[in-house]
């Protein structure tokens, strides 16, 4: 077993405004190779400051302190090549004025040194990878043309177009529809599999959270407060906000909050 | 034991849209009824025509055809002092109030506004009803010369509540009103909207894409796809037990916090 593939060491992060309030405070986690970690917290939890920390997407405002040890090592990851990264808003993260053939094209050019004959004929392959139907055509296909479910399966195709160790979805199927939701997540599952990526999984539901991760980990006002395996974390929460969110998450066997109606309908 | 009157009762109603050449069906022949305190949900995937339908019966949109009856009344016929007279019964709650607020408003100016455009109460007295207000939403009266952008989004979200309910209304569309929300803020806004419910009477027409949260809260249910109506029925009837095939996806795809999958490929 090799080492991690990341290392989150006593990770702290202020934005500079309000430097007495941390949007994350003291972090050590890892993540390994090929695992898939789920991040989970609402509003306000840090959630999405970790992913974009161990990117290296924050802004220049923001105070960081601690460490993030790519392959044990201080150098930073290279966006795009080793960490590949899907936003919850595929039409802000898709150039509105560019082909998504050559959007997925870009990145294998760019990262993987491959001619543009070469890297169109990859993003066609991706394409099919992400199972958009008539690839030949969505390859010419701009954002706006598509539904929100396949653009996001194209911002998907970009992501992983350099073959990163490390795929980022922060909250990536939130704006989706319950449907097109589980069709996202199997679709990651199964690329992350494939590829043998680790996937860093950002979202505010414990239950999508907990039908994709391998581990959990918990977080509330820039704090971790539970790490565990998935069904431990689910089954047996040691932290009492844990057992908060599991409470107040209302699933297909919660109990009715309402008393019928005493009348008929037809 | 008797049928009560429906509050609101929807037939044939249908709405196209006309875009880039092509006709898209939002609503096709909608009939439905709500009764007085009771919860009808719109559920569906993206696309489905729930969000359309609110706004068809609110009339922020008018329809292309169909008939809506809202408390007896010809809703659709309805002009002028007369619409505006019934329209204070029909509120509405959006998924983001910042949006469907206004922002530059203090949380005082965003409650007055509908006591003096529909001439509720006295100026002298809309201080105090505005407290009322308030306070019969959870909220401090603290919080009154507060701005929108200030307080936090289950506050703001309240604030939107309190405004509805500012007009003592019989019937409120929910579009989305919950979905943003983080869970724990979910449930204290769902049970403030119960016991609204139980209190005033007041229906809820609940727009919503969450089966799980539409299961415990409505009495009913509409399934939507494509503009039509799939099935409807008792909420937990149909979604225990879904006959069509849009219902029986929507439930599959519900995440489910008991069927932990825990291989590794």
């Known amino acids: 077993m090799t080492g991690p593939l990341v290392s989150i060491r006593d990770l702290s992060v202020t934005y500079r405004r309000d430097a007495t309030s941390f949007s994350l405070r003291n972090i050590d986690l890892d993540i390994a190779p090929g695992e898939r970690l789920a991040i989970i917290g609402e509003s306000g939890s840090g959630k999405s400051t970790l992913a974009l920390a161990v990117a290296g997407l924050l802004p220049p405002t923001a105070a960081v302190n601690g460490a993030i040890l790519w392959s044990g090592q201080l150098q930073l990851p290279r966006g795009g090549r080793d960490i590949g990264f899907v936003f919850q808003d595929a039409s802000a993260s898709l150039d509105p004025v560019m082909a998504v053939g050559r959007e997925i094209a870009e990145v294998a050019h760019t990262h993987l040194d491959q001619d543009w004959a070469q890297a169109e004929r990859r993003a066609l392959e991706l394409l099919r990878r992400v199972k958009l139907p008539d690839p030949g055509t969505v390859l010419h296909a701009y954002p706006h043309q598509l539904s929100g479910g396949q653009r996001q399966r194209v911002a998907i195709a970009a992501a992983i177009a350099a073959g990163p160790r490390l795929l980022i979805a922060d909250e990536a199927t939130s704006a989706l529809d319950t449907i097109v939701q589980a069709e996202i997540v199997a679709l990651i599952r199964q690329l992350v599999a494939e590829d043998g990526m680790a996937l860093l999984f950002v979202s505010h539901d414990i239950a999508l959270a907990a039908e994709l991760a391998d581990r959990i980990a918990v977080f509330r006002r820039g704090e971790m407060v539970e790490l565990g395996k998935a069904n431990a974390v689910i089954q047996a929460p040691e932290h009492a906000y844990t057992k908060k969110l599991l409470d107040a998450h209302i699933g297909l066997d919660a109990e009715p909050m309402i008393a019928p109606v005493g009348h008929g309908h037809v | ?265």
Do not use: W
């Not at chain 2, 009771?38 to 609110?58: C, N």
């Not at chain 2, 002298?124 to 952008?149: C, K, W």
């Open chain 2, 1 to 265: 034991m008797a049928m009560s009157e429906p509050l609101l009762a929807v037939s044939g109603l249908t709405k196209r849209f006309h875009r880039s050449g092509t006709i898209v069906t939002a609503a096709e022949d909608i009939s439905l009824s709500i009764s007085p305190a009771e919860t009808l949900a719109l559920a569906g995937p993206s696309g489905s025509g729930k969000s359309t339908i609110a706004r068809l019966i609110l009339r922020l949109i008018e329809p292309d055809a169909g008939r809506v009856d809202f408390g007896g009344e010809n809703f659709l016929a309805l002009r002028g002092s007369a619409l505006r007279a019934r329209r204070a019964r029909l509120q509405m709650v959006f998924q983001d109030p910042l949006a469907a607020l206004n922002p530059r408003a203090t949380v005082a100016r965003v409650l007055d506004d509908p006591l003096r455009i529909h001439a509720l109460v006295s100026r002298s007295e809309r201080p105090s009803r505005i407290a009322a207000l308030l306070q019969r939403v959870g909220l401090s009266s603290d919080l009154a010369d507060r701005y929108l952008h200030e307080i936090s989004g289950g506050q703001r979200q309240r604030v939107a509540i309190a405004r509805a309910i500012a007009t003592k209304p019989s019937l409120i569309v929910l579009d989305e009103a919950v979905s943003a929300l983080d869970v724990s803020v979910r449930s204290q806004i769902l049970e403030l909207l119960l016991d609204l419910q139980r209190t005033e009477r007041i229906a809820y027409l609940f727009v919503s894409h969450d089966l799980g949260v539409v299961r415990a809260f409505a009495h009913r249910v509409v399934l939507l796809e494509g503009g039509r109506i799939t099935e409807q029925g008792d909420a937990r009837a149909v979604i225990d037990n879904p006959q069509s095939a849009i219902g029986k996806a929507l439930v599959a795809a519900v995440p489910r916090l008991t069927t932990t999958i825990q291989e590794r490929s």
